[in-house]
C-alpha cells in the first residue's frame, strides 16, 4: 500500500494511495513510526512511502 506524506505548516499529513486521510504527525520520523505501528496491528498489508 503506498501512501503519501505531506508537509503542511508545522506538521506532516498522511494519505492513503486512494488520497484518503490517514492521520498527522508532528515529524515525519513520527509519521513513519505510526505508519510501522498500524501495519504491525495489521490495519493494513505494507508500507510505502512516496
Given at each position: 500500500?503506498?501512501?503519501q ?35 504491525q ?5 505494507a508500507?510505502s512511502?512516496?
Amino acid at each position: 500500500m503506498r501512501h503519501q506524506m505531506i508537509h503542511v505548516r508545522e506538521h506532516i499529513e498522511v494519505y492513503d494511495q486512494h488520497g484518503e486521510f490517514l492521520f498527522s504527525a508532528d515529524t515525519e520520523e513520527e509519521a513513519l513510526a505510526d505508519l510501522a505501528l498500524m501495519m504491525q496491528e495489521g490495519y493494513f498489508s505494507a508500507v510505502s512511502v512516496a
